[in-house]
């Protein structure tokens, strides 16, 4: 199957196939992933990152297919790239998902510097996301 990254403008798909790959180093982004289930087994199929700019990247591996290690670290790099990075309960799944795909320590990283909706949200939510040092930890 062949790998995709389409950038989008607004909703509308300027660039289909384009391999833009991250976003302009002071960029604030939302990030999310899809993946077959909950289930620990469970594998991404998609990911989405948008910027308050309008620009959307998404990532897959072909349609219906398991998200590639290749996709995933082009993921990885253009979230690295990011001033910060927004999620609902990321360091709880989205990037513990993303390193068990990659193997990445940047997801680590990632995990405990950005910002979890889900966190800030209801912090005594057992199932929020979790932050700082403990971020790591759910990695290994």
């Avoid at 391999?19 to 998609?46: H, K, N, W, Y």
């Amino acid at each position: 199957a062949s790998e995709f990254c389409f950038e989008y403008t607004t909703s509308l798909c300027i660039t289909p196939g384009h391999q833009r790959t991250a976003m302009p180093p002071s960029t604030v982004v939302f990030f999310d992933l899809e993946t077959t289930g909950l289930e620990d087994d469970a594998s991404i199929t998609c990911a989405v990152v948008t910027s308050g700019d309008g620009v959307t990247l998404a990532y897959f591996s072909g349609y219906g297919e398991i998200m590639s290690r290749a996709k995933g670290m082009q993921l990885i790099d253009a979230l690295s790239a990011a001033s910060t990075v927004v999620t609902w309960n990321g360091a709880g799944y989205d990037f513990k998902k993303l390193y068990e795909l990659t193997g990445d320590d940047r997801c680590k990283t990632l995990a405990v510097r950005h910002a979890d909706i889900e966190s800030a949200r209801n912090p005594s939510n057992p199932y929020a996301g979790i932050v700082g040092l403990e971020a790591i930890t759910t990695l290994d």
